[in-house]
């Protein structure tokens, strides 16, 4: 997956395979939290999901700004 984010980085014209990749992040982050059920929920645990959850929702928010503004 890090491979395919390096990519994305030097070819900002692939949009699909960003989506993809975001949207692929934020499902796991969604996994990983109904997984809490199963285990005891720590501190490193929820930052973990934070991690996974929040920054990648700003990320394809301000993707779809720069798509529609026509900047990239």
């Known amino acids: 997956m ?3 984010f390096f990519y994305v980085a030097w070819n900002p014209s692939e ?3 960003f989506r993809f ?3 692929a992040l934020f499902l796991g982050g ?3 939290a109904l997984a809490l059920r199963n285990y005891p929920a ?3 645990l929820i930052f973990g999901i934070l ?3 929040i920054p990648t929702a ?5 993707h779809n700004k720069l ?3 026509g900047s990239l």
């Open 21 to 23: 990749l975001m949207l």
């Open 30 to 32: 969604i996994v990983r």
């Open 51 to 53: 991690i996974e959850l």
């Open 58 to 62: 700003l990320m394809f928010w301000m």
């Open 15 to 17: 949009v699909a395979l």
């Open 2 to 4: 890090s491979i395919a």
């Open 67 to 69: 798509l529609q503004n």
């Open 42 to 44: 720590t501190a490193f």
